[in-house]
T-cell receptor, first 112, second 112 residues
Framework: GQQLNQSPQSMFIQEGEDVSMNCTSS?????WLWYKQDPGEGPVLLIALYKAGELTSNGRLTAQFGITRKDSFLNISASIPSDVGIYFC????????????FGKGTKLSVIP | DGGITQSPKYLFRKEGQNVTLSCEQN?????MYWYRQDPGQGLRLIYY???????QKGDIAEGYSVSREKKESFPLTVTSAQKNPTAFYLC???????????FGQGTRLTVV
């Protein structure tokens, strides 16, 4: 089946630094989603991307749908302690499809 | 408030017992899903349902069963046939034709 490789697996950064993480797929995706999960909670949708090359922001978060349609990037600017959590990418091969493939997550730790 | 409610938050069961996890949504979403999450892993799809009285197996359906008698409800039963049931279970829903899934807060099941 489809696989998503998400990197890095974990990262430790100083408060105020910018963060970048990415997901790559072995096949073309038509939709990319980025979620954040706090410990013991369900994932919360951060950003949804629908077109190759699309760049979308949500506050300090910016995500891009790769031109090849096989990758996506999430950047967090000026990190703060509440950014701590696990960030998941998810993709769908068909627009409007009910089936999502999830990456294994990037665990972000922010040092005050 | 609109949302997805999972209950209970924590559940303990003895090995060999069946257990049912509740998921209710008032978002008027057509599709509902059950995912399993293990430490350091992405989300794996157990079952999904696009309409009432219909559901399909996901990637790891063995040892689980579901029902969809009402649009708002999609309970998951973890049967004694599931070899390794201890995990964090997440319910999600999405509206028709949309890929974005919205998650409940999860149920942590521990089988002893």
């Amino acid at each position: 089946g489809q696989q998503l490789n998400q990197s890095p697996q974990s990262m430790f950064i100083q408060e105020g630094e910018d963060v970048s993480m990415n997901c790559t797929s072995s096949s073309i995706f038509n939709t990319w989603l980025w979620y954040k999960q706090d410990p013991g909670e369900g994932p919360v949708l951060l950003i949804a991307l629908y077109k190759a090359g699309e760049l979308t922001s949500n506050g300090r978060l910016t995500a891009q749908f790769g031109i090849t349609r096989k990758d996506s990037f999430l950047n967090i600017s000026a990190s703060i302690p509440s950014d701590v959590g696990i960030y998941f990418c998810a993709g769908s091969a068909r627009a409007g499809s009910y089936q999502l493939t999830f990456g294994k997550g990037t665990k972000l730790s922010v040092i005050p | 408030d609109g949302g997805i409610t999972q209950s209970p938050k924590y559940l303990f069961r003895k090995e060999g017992q069946n257990v049912t996890l509740s998921c209710e949504q008032n978002l008027n979403h057509d599709a509902m899903y059950w995912y399993r999450q293990d430490p350091g892993q992405g989300l794996r799809l157990i079952y999904y349902s696009q309409i009432v009285n219909d559901f399909q197996k996901g990637d790891i359906a063995e040892g689980y069963s579901v029902s969809r008698e009402k649009k708002e409800s999609f309970p998951l039963t973890v049967t004694s046939a599931q070899k390794n049931p201890t995990a964090f279970y997440l319910c999600a829903s999405s509206s028709q034709g949309r890929t974005e899934a919205f998650f409940g807060q999860g149920t942590r099941l521990t089988v002893v």
